[in-house]
């Protein structure tokens, strides 16, 4: 085809055009050339790339381009046209070779042209599909996508682990020549293209494991470290609260809520696995020497030492806490010093807790004079305290504040005796 061009001076790119039809697409528009000449590039297609043994595999078999004249420059196609293209194609015999190891029964054509003209062979798992009738047209254009057969074949229950072939049989083929790949045959002037495909079969289900351990129905304390390992496609994750979360794009997350999860995990053949655990309640509070108290309905925590960083704190919470300034910025990771006031979120029940810090009743983070100063106000009339100042300027808890609990932060000052917290 190409040798024509050059005789004629002419350029395939000339009119190079882009049609849409029926999600066929015009891609080229040569010249006329002889009718013999053409040519055609089809490829094997299944519907999965990964299968278990056992599966239906769909095959289509797809023309890619298909090269040839007709009507000359400028014409355009039809949607008959693309049928009669369809048939011309036909015209050449067609074979496709399954791998005899995986594939034991016969393939089952479901669609295209060829099924029901009775022109379907199937011997030792060879799909040839024969029209003696080899049409001779004056195409013009590149067709892509143009299916010629679709069937199903089974395979093997039995069948081993492995990579399995489906190509084509080119030593069948009206095209087929001697001393040519197995990809590439002639026939006169055509050149006829179609690689070899390989499909997966795997009978191995993806692993998973929680906190390295691949256990059932395991408890873990605290936080669960999920991870799938081998092939999968699809991970899902059923949390306590029944919403499911897709950690497919990366295999693995960490679950800290309390309650039972359960994990599917499905391979890219279809082989799934699931494993369930439950994640035990941690009391990170109770675990860092600090406590809890409520009052008046709100939650209060106390034991934190004074001049404790924002960021300090959430360590020896084990991470599962964030920390909130007064103005409720969240300042987990700085170097803030913790002051009466300040808000602790723990994570893992989104639980929030108001900081007291016994003898901080400024709200700095530290026992100073500055604070003595604040109570010996309040105890004036000159200035009132709030309900957290309150309970911080309450050092000697005897629910009141007076002298008693000035002596207590002077002592604190003085390093004579430390405030317990
Ligand atoms: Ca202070
Ligand atoms: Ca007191």
Do not use: W
């Amino acid at each position: 085809m190409r040798k024509q061009l050059v005789a004629l001076g002419l350029s395939a790119t000339l009119l190079s055009g882009f049609v849409g039809l029926n999600n066929y697409y015009v891609t080229s528009a040569a010249v006329a050339q002889s009718a013999s000449e053409a040519n055609v590039v089809y490829s094997i297609k299944t519907d999965k790339t990964s299968y278990k043994p056992g599966d239906t595999v769909k095959v289509t078999v797809v023309v890619d381009s298909f090269d040839a004249a007709k009507n000359g420059i400028g014409s355009t196609v039809s949607t008959s046209y693309i049928q009669s293209l369809r048939s011309s194609i036909l015209g050449c015999q067609l074979g496709i070779i399954l791998d005899s190891t995986a594939f034991k029964s016969e393939p089952t054509v479901t669609d295209g042209i060829l099924s029901g003209e009775n022109n379907v062979n199937y011997k030792s798992n060879e799909l040839k599909c024969v029209n003696e009738n080899v049409a001779h047209g004056l195409f013009d254009y590149t067709v892509s996508n143009l299916k010629l057969l679709e069937f199903t074949a089974v395979l093997d229950s039995n069948l081993a682990d492995g990579t399995y072939t489906i190509k084509p049989d080119t030593n069948y083929t009206k095209f087929a020549g001697a001393g040519l790949a197995n990809s590439e045959a002639t026939y006169a002037d055509y050149y006829v293209y179609c690689e070899p495909i390989s499909i997966k079969v795997s009978s191995s289900a993806p692993k998973i494991s929680v906190n390295g351990s691949m256990s059932a129905n395991q408890t873990v304390a605290g936080s669960a470290s999920v991870v799938i390992s081998g092939d999968f496609a699809s991970v899902t994750v059923t949390k306590p609260n029944g919403v499911v979360t897709n950690i497919s794009s990366t295999g693995s997350g960490t679950f800290t809520e309390p309650g039972t999860y359960s994990v599917l995990a499905t391979s890219s053949s279809g082989v799934s696995s699931t494993l369930t655990f439950t994640v035990s309640a941690v009391d990170y509070i109770k675990e860092a020497g600090l406590r809890t108290q409520t009052s008046d309905g709100v939650k209060y925590i106390l034991g934190i030492s004074p001049t404790t960083t924002a960021s300090s704190l959430v360590s020896k919470l084990s991470s599962q806490a964030k920390v909130l300034n007064a103005s409720g910025s969240d300042i987990s990771s700085s170097t803030t010093k913790v002051a009466t006031g300040f808000k602790i979120n723990t994570t893992y029940d989104n639980a929030v807790y108001t900081v007291i810090l016994k003898g901080d009743i400024n709200a700095d983070g530290m026992i100073s004079l500055l604070d003595i100063n604040t109570i010996q106000k309040k105890i004036l009339g000159a200035s009132t305290l709030d309900t957290n100042q309150t309970l911080a300027a309450d050092v000697n808890s005897d629910s009141r504040v007076n002298v008693s609990d000035i002596q207590e932060i002077q002592k604190h000052i003085l390093g004579i005796k430390t405030i317990t917290q």
